[in-house]
């Protein structure tokens, strides 16, 4: 069969598409089977096994401080910047030397200038580790592109229009960075369409060789073929020949997505390396397809690059370890107050996985933040429900089945417990006792939720918490708030004012867990 660059374009193209409508309605999906389990009936009396208590995180949590943190956050940028100057130079280097080999000169200069033309993917691929809007995504895009609109003119060997140059410009960045905002800049796109795509460039292969397969059998005119359309209609026997073959691709398909978990369980795979060899495979993938109108199937060489990825993380993983015990983040919220506790989770625990672990009790509010590639997977092949616990003997062996080592590039890893309304107590309990602090979102308290009132004393009884940091606004009920904690240890509360998340106040908040900083202002 003939693959040309059109008809892989297209199915590359139809696939992204697929895998953004599947992350929207497979995150709907979740959300509403995650609801359902939550609010299962406890098991029936007699039928539990005996709680197993969990025992103490060994020693003390390492005394990480703020200016660590930024240092690991700024070791994980810089580190997201080298892999893109070395994808950016190689495929420059391929680009002038391979593809172009008959109609340019490979010099160091042209190839640098091209190198740093073709940086831009760095940009969405820092907005994707700090979390920035589609629009600072855009706005640092339109720097780079007055920068790059300015290098060009310099390096050009001839005068060119602006035009041209404007031209030039728009064509590298525009079709990629669609795919890329479309892709991995949404809520539920970026923690859910990566993982899908490969699944759907599968079935969408499968229904282009089904096609296909009806193109040659057309061709010789077998009589039971010509008796389908005016059986069926023609259109109904395209469709089949398009879908049939999902239902043999789709078994791959499913053990290519289990392939994938269990990649992401072993930490071969991460989060943020998928999202960033997401943004780089776009990019270069276009360029091979453009390539291949002259190069065939040798284009696929301007994918090379992309084993830099690989290679930096095998470097860059050698010795990093740093000593002692990482600190324990728990996080505590207020249910039903989504957009907020989203933005508090973009703003400050994100900040916090460069250099300690978050845990928490699964909801649907923080689905798009928490989904990773096991629950995406699970949900898919129908076994969402074995990871929640029914039993509060079951409570001790997921927590101490948590993933607590940092992946690849340095980050650590967030960990759910899925409840049941019958045993989410009992896994605060688990939580708290596995915890070193806790950061505990009460903006919208009211003295009726009765949910939040006993977090605040399971906290506040705790034998070892160091910090619970607790954020507040003016819909807070504060004086219940604060006589459920007043039997804690003095100091252990940080109340902070949470009306106003301008820049300087999530900081404070971010300030606030570590407590070697406080206590040094203290």
């Known amino acids: 069969m003939d693959y040309s660059s059109g008809k892989l ?57 703020l200016a660590d943190n930024r240092r690991a956050a700024w070791r994980v940028a810089v580190l997201l910047v080298l892999m893109s100057m070395l994808i950016s130079l190689t495929s420059a280097w391929l680009f ?13 200069w042209r190839a640098l200038t091209l190198a740093a033309l073709n940086l831009w993917p760095v940009i969405p691929a820092l907005g994707l580790l700090w979390r920035w809007s589609r629009w600072r995504v855009a ?14 003119a310099w390096r050009s060997i001839e005068p060119q229009p602006l035009s041209s140059m404007l031209a030039y410009l728009g064509s590298e960045i525009g079709g990629p960075m669609l795919l890329i905002g479309a892709l991995c800049l949404g809520g539920a796109t970026r923690a859910i369409a990566p993982w899908l795509l490969p699944l759907f460039v599968g079935l969408v292969w499968a229904s282009i ?65 998928v999202l960033f060899t997401a943004v780089w495979g776009i990019v270069l993938l276009l360029q091979a397809l453009g390539a291949s ?48 506790v989203q933005a508090l989770f973009d703003d400050v625990v994100e900040r916090w996985r460069a ?34 616990v029914r039993h509060p003997a079951q409570v001790a062996p997921r927590i101490a089945a948590f993933e607590l080592e940092p992946d690849a590039e340095g980050r650590y890893r967030i960990n759910e417990v899925y409840c049941h309304d019958s045993t989410w107590q009992q896994a605060l309990d688990a939580l708290v006792a596995a915890s070193d602090v806790v950061l505990m979102d009460l903006r919208g308290f009211k003295a009726h939720n009765r949910g939040c009132r006993h977090e605040l004393g399971v906290l506040a009884r705790a034998p070892r918490l160091e910090r619970v ?32 998340t301008d820049t300087a106040r999530r900081r404070e908040v971010l300030r606030s867990l570590f407590v070697v900083d406080t206590e040094a202002h203290a």
């Open 209 to 273: 060789a089904g096609v296909d397969l009806l193109g040659w059998m057309v061709e010789r005119r077998p009589q039971w073929l010509a008796a389908l359309p005016e059986a069926l209609g023609a259109n109904q026997v395209m469709l089949f020949f398009a879908l049939a073959p999902w239902l043999v691709a789709w078994w791959p398909a499913k053990w290519l997505g289990r392939a994938l978990a269990a990649a992401y369980a072993r930490r071969w795979l991460s989060e943020l390396l």
């Open 293 to 340: 109108h002259g190069m065939g199937a040798a284009a696929a060489v301007m994918l090379m690059p992309l084993a830099w990825i690989p290679l930096a993380m095998a470097v860059a993983g050698r010795g990093r370890r740093a000593p002692g015990r990482p600190p324990t983040l728990l996080v505590l919220r207020v249910f039903q107050r989504d957009a907020q």
């Open 469 to 500: 940091v607790v954020l507040t606004d003016g819909d807070t009920a504060l004086t219940e708030a604060r006589q459920d904690a007043a039997n804690a240890p003095a100091g252990r509360f940080v109340w902070v004012d949470g009306s106003r």
């Open 139 to 152: 706005g640092a895009l339109l720097l780079w592109f007055v920068a790059a609109l300015a290098l060009l």
């Open 9 to 65: 374009a297209f199915i590359f193209l139809a696939a992204a598409l697929l895998a953004v409508v599947g992350a929207v309605l497979l995150a709907r999906s979740y959300r509403a089977a995650m609801r359902r389990l939550m609010s299962m009936p406890a098991p029936a009396p007699g039928t539990e096994a005996s709680p197993r208590p969990l025992p103490p995180p060994p020693g003390a949590p390492a005394r990480v401080t």
């Open 96 to 108: 002038l030397g391979v593809a172009m080999a008959r109609e340019a000169v490979l010099t160091p």
């Open 355 to 388: 250099t300690g672990n978050t845990v928490l009790i699964a909801g649907t509010d923080l689905v798009e933040r928490t989904i990773d590639a096991g629950d995406i997977f699970a949900f898919l092949d129908g076994r969402l429900a074995e990871r929640f």
